[in-house]
């Protein structure tokens, strides 16, 4: 047999089959560093497979809170196999099974991980080793998935903002995120268990908005048959959200704004004020400032909910977020119809260069529609919609808004890489279509963290 060769399969063989195992497959080192992960761990942690080389583990739980209860550290402290059910950041449950290799002296030479989803037995070993995170406000909010520092720094900026009552604008394009993170204040608050109401300003007629708002009292009009109390009376001592403000008709905002600054308000045919103990918090995706300037929003409101504001970032400023997403909806939907697919790293590449102008709420329907439509377990190129090859940047356009030239070149080289491992696979075809090295076509899609397996 040559060494080449594993039970008749080439090295080159052997790792493919390997990566297209359902299971994930990890192996560590002796001091928590990862030798080989398979592709499946894609689809649990959000990073590509090139990534996860040589990730130390704990980087990974401490700072992207991959992994709800570590299993690693007793296996490393027992030297004994142990079995555990976790919870992945992209939300699957998972039994994970972890085997140690000891070397001559009995020391832990390698640790060997298994990793399952959709599981529905495995008792766990060592309960009392492994506790889980019991401070809430460390953990990241459920399915608020992100990588980015952009995002980082939003969740960062949320979190302050959930220590106080006063209003807060959340402001963004449509789809990235705003409902998400007004819940994840809501949770991360002093309020976190009394209810959180949204009220969609655009949905509600503009004759019925002041009776939705504060509610009415008996004979207060036609059809008022017995008093109702309005949303600000079913937030009471928790949170009001006020979603797409700008909509607010201009009769309504005087009334919105006493009730924002005096915390009280009138119901609809009562002469008596209710006090009200809520908080607020407001978003938009308009320029609210424009519409100050332009007289359709008024200026006193404005101040009154901008106390604070947090500007959430589009999906396309913030890239390092896109692999994560995907995963972590491909994981959902799968579970929710029943059908498991994956992406073949062609269009996932593909996916990656799109500019997702309706953002997350964009990339959530096409991941749910693809789904459920499509009947190949492996998603490819062919599958994606035609205005995704539409609209996916190009050098060109990612020239003209680089910072500087070493920025600019590398955009251009970053996206001839993406098109040429998209359209040849391997990084010898690339470097043969590309007319370089294959150790320097290598090293481009590792720099670039590009996938090149199918």
């Not at 090139?50 to 990974?60: G, K, L, R, S």
């Not at 529609?369 to 205005?387: A, G, N, Q, Y």
Request: with cysteine; charged share 25%.
């Amino acid at each position: 047999m040559s060494k080449t060769e594993h039970f008749g399969l080439d090295f080159e063989t052997f790792a493919r089959l390997i990566d297209n195992l359902h299971d994930e497959i990890i192996i560590y080192d002796n001091n928590y560093r990862m030798l080989y992960v398979n592709k499946a761990c894609e689809r649990h942690y959000g990073f590509t497979q090139q990534e996860m080389i040589n990730m130390p583990f704990w980087d990974v739980v401490q700072k992207h809170n991959s992994w709800d209860r570590p299993i690693l550290p007793v296996v490393y402290e027992k030297k004994l196999p142990a079995k555990q059910e976790q919870k992945t950041y992209l939300g699957l449950e998972v039994l994970t099974i972890a085997v140690p290799l000891l070397d001559q002296e009995q020391g832990v030479e390698y640790v060997l991980l298994s990793i399952r989803d959709n599981f529905h037995e495995g008792r766990i070993l060592y309960p009392e080793e492994l506790t889980p995170n019991e401070d809430p406000s460390s953990a990241k909010p459920e399915d608020l998935i992100y990588r980015s520092s952009l995002m980082e720094q939003t969740v960062i900026a949320a979190r302050k903002v959930a220590s106080i009552s006063a209003p807060c604008l959340l402001l963004g394009e449509s789809g990235c995120g705003k409902s998400l993170l007004a819940k994840f204040i809501h949770a991360n608050s002093t309020r976190s268990d009394k209810p959180f109401v949204v009220v969609n300003c655009a949905a509600i007629p503009q004759e019925l908005f002041e009776s939705e708002l504060f509610g009415h009292v008996e004979g207060a009009f036609s059809g008022a048959t017995k008093t109702r109390g309005g949303l600000f009376a079913k937030a009471e001592g928790g949170t009001l959200f006020l979603d797409e403000i700008s909509e607010l008709p201009l009769s309504m905002q005087a009334k919105l704004l006493h009730a924002v600054q005096e915390l009280e308000y009138r119901p609809v045919g009562s002469s008596s004020p209710v006090k009200a103990d809520v908080r607020i918090l407001a978003a938009s995706n308009r320029n609210m400032e424009r519409m100050v300037e332009t007289g359709v929003f008024r200026q006193d409101l404005y101040f009154r909910l901008n106390v604070f504001d947090i500007v959430i970032p589009p999906l396309r400023e913030r890239q390092e977020d896109l692999i994560p997403l995907l995963h972590y909806f491909f994981n959902r939907y799968g579970k929710t119809h029943g059908k498991g697919k994956r992406l073949s790293s062609e269009a996932q590449n593909l996916l990656c260069q799109y500019s997702w102008p309706g953002n997350i709420r964009e990339l959530a329907h096409l991941v749910e529609r693809l789904v459920v439509t499509v009947e190949d377990e492996i998603i490819t190129m062919d599958h994606l919609p035609s205005s995704i090859y539409e609209t996916t940047s190009s050098p060109i356009s990612t020239l003209t808004s680089a910072d500087s030239l070493d920025d600019a070149i590398a955009a251009v080289e970053r996206q001839l890489i993406l098109d040429a491992v998209a359209k040849h696979g391997s990084s010898r075809k690339v470097a043969t279509a590309l007319k370089i090295s294959q150790s320097r076509a290598s090293r481009l899609i590792r720099k670039y963290n590009i996938n090149t397996n199918p």
